[in-house]
């Protein structure tokens, strides 16, 4: 009988409570630095220094050197040498060189080189990412929700790079993480506010990840890592015109993605020709069908964009038009032309401050502009005209990707939650909007 008042209140609340160690008491330990130089430490407040069961202190603002030596860190000032040490401030910050941390900072040696480990409280890691993974001026329930992912992302992945002795990076890899210098007081009030607060499916902390810019479609696990998970699905992100990069375009060259490929192991030939396999739902590309002088491979559209480099390709929301072979030289492409045919202007049209019926026009164009292409010239012959032709199609010289988005696209559009945030809606709506079927819940404190 006593379990009946809690499961009411679990249901009418719709609160997962989820025990762990207790949000106060989750540390992350954090890279900072592997470097072969020497490294400085300071404090205005005075440092405290820990090694082989030994204690020193340092008084405000003095600088301490540390070094990497012979398997071992060497610090210059007391000429001791120890597998690792441990500062701590005496107060607020440690510096490294001249970036305030929160927490300790770990110095050890591995492989000739010193390695800075940044060990504090998971609240205290967020406020370290919100100017890199977001930006201060978001609106609050944007903030709002990206901290509620990042932090059942860092409850999810804690342990990441594990064998290397830490949990994450300060890299893209796992959050992009810069200290006391990557904080905004704002932002530090928003961790507070949701303190604990974490994204769950069925009464544990989601899988959930996060992109900059959907394109207005996300993607899902399935398509992108090949992995099914129920609430990292397609869903739409109509709100995301202020994104930076709504539309992009890129030329790559056959030359470049043939050695991508190659060097993948992907492909042993080179590359003739490119077809893009797309979602029926979101149109984003699943898969990517290579065609080469010896091969035909279907990879899908996150390995072909990580193939090429995830910067070069910025999200696999795309479409491919084919360059102009040398042959054929075309350079600005008005958007009319003499005889009152419609062509795109790409460069105006990613400049243009679009909406969606900007973008049914841009697709309703560019099909124009394709079957155009097709009758005129052959530029995108199906595989049988081509081998029934007598006149031989020149293989292109590059590739033009024309896309939207930017990220992998998959679970929270970072700039969907800002457009929903300005249109009224509150975290938890942009949580369940971009991760249906999940709940808020609560990491308890034991
Ligand atoms: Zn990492």
Redesign the pocket.
């Known amino acids: 009988m006593r379990r009946v008042p809690l499961l009411f209140i679990v249901l009418v609340l719709g609160v997962v409570l989820w025990g762990v160690a207790g949000a106060k008491d989750v540390e992350v330990r954090v890279l900072l630095l592997r470097t072969g130089d020497e490294v400085r430490l300071s404090s205005p407040s005075g440092l405290e220094v820990r090694v082989k069961q030994r204690v020193f202190v340092a008084s405000p603002g003095r600088i301490l050197h540390f070094s990497p030596r012979e398997g071992a860190v060497l610090w210059r000032e007391k000429n001791l040498t120890g597998t690792t040490f441990v500062v701590l401030p005496r107060g607020e910050f440690v510096f490294l060189g001249n970036r305030p941390y929160r927490g300790r900072l770990e110095l050890r040696e591995r492989g000739r080189q010193l390695e800075v480990i940044n060990v504090l409280p998971l609240e205290e890691y967020l406020k370290g990412t919100v100017k890199l993974e977001a930006s201060p001026s978001w609106p609050e329930e944007a903030l709002k929700a990206y901290l509620v992912v990042a932090r059942t992302y860092a409850l999810r992945n804690l342990g990441?790079?594990r064998e290397e002795g830490f949990d994450?990076?300060a890299?893209v890899?796992?959050i992009r993480y810069g200290g006391v210098f990557a904080e905004d007081p704002r932002t530090n009030a928003l961790v507070e506010k949701t303190r604990g607060i974490i994204v769950t499916y069925q009464g544990k902390p989601a899988s959930v990840v996060f992109h900059s810019e959907s394109g207005g479609y996300t993607d899902s696990a399935k398509n992108v890592w090949g992995k099914d998970v129920p609430y990292l699905v397609e869903v739409p992100s109509p709100w995301e015109k202020d994104a930076p990069h709504a539309f992009w375009q890129v030329v790559v060259s056959r030359e470049e993605i043939t050695e991508a490929l190659r060097r993948r192991g992907y492909i042993r030939g080179e590359v003739l020709d490119l077809e893009c396999r797309k979602s029926e739902r979101s149109g984003r590309v699943v898969s990517v069908v290579v065609r080469t002088d010896r091969e035909e491979v279907e990879l899908s559209a996150n390995r072909f964009r990580e193939a090429l480099g995830v910067d070069r390709l910025p999200s696999t929301f795309f479409d491919l038009l084919r360059e102009p072979t040398a042959a054929q030289p075309q350079k600005e492409v008005p958007l009319q032309d003499p005889e009152g045919e419609r062509f795109i202007d790409y460069r105006a049209w990613m400049e243009k401050d679009w909406n969606l019926d900007d973008i049914i026009t841009f697709l309703k164009l560019r099909e124009e502009e394709r079957k155009r292409k097709r009758g005129a010239r052959g530029v995108f012959p199906s595989p049988n005209t081509r081998s029934q032709s007598h006149h031989v199609q020149q293989t292109p010289d590059a590739f033009t990707f024309v896309g939207r988005g930017w990220g992998h696209g998959v679970g929270l559009s970072q700039w969907g939650a800002v457009g929903m945030a300005r249109e009224g809606a509150s975290f938890p709506e942009i949580l369940r909007h971009y991760f249906p079927g999940c709940e808020l819940g609560r990491m308890v404190v034991r």
């Open positions: 990441r790079h994450f990076c890299t890899h796992c």
